[in-house]
């Protein structure tokens, strides 16, 4: 059964940085893709980063680029999110991801396994 935890969210101030991490476990982890999302209170969950298998390409959504990295070492089972020059806009509740059919990554909608998420909140 596929798990994934996340850990490594907090409060920062506006500028500051924060480092998220996912603990993956259940199946062989380098064959899929891996991603993030978030949810702010009110709004829907959205799409922010994804990696696909192995050290293939990543792709981020329009609000992060150029802020937030994703990487993963499949050695240790783990997809990261490094957030930099964070926004109060930021502030969500961050959840890891990962698909379901090995050596394919079509879009956000091919996520199906979630953690539970972890709070990040940036204060202005």
């Known amino acids: 059964q596929v798990q994934l935890v996340e850990s490594g969210g907090g409060l920062v101030q506006a500028g500051g940085s924060l480092r998220l991490s996912c603990a993956a476990s259940g199946r062989s982890f380098s064959s899929y893709a891996m991603g993030w999302f978030r949810q702010a209170p009110g709004k829907e969950r959205e799409f922010v980063a994804a990696?696909?298998?192995?050290?293939?390409?990543?792709y981020y959504s329009d609000s992060v680029k150029g802020r937030f990295t994703i990487s993963r070492d499949n050695t240790k089972n783990t997809v990261y999110l490094q957030m930099n020059s964070l926004k109060p806009e930021d502030t969500a509740v961050y959840y890891c991801a990962t698909n379901k059919i090995s050596y394919s990554y079509t879009g956000p909608a091919d996520f199906v396994f979630w953690g539970q998420g972890t709070q990040v909140t940036v204060s202005s």
């Open positions: 990696s696909s298998w192995s050290t293939g390409r990543s």
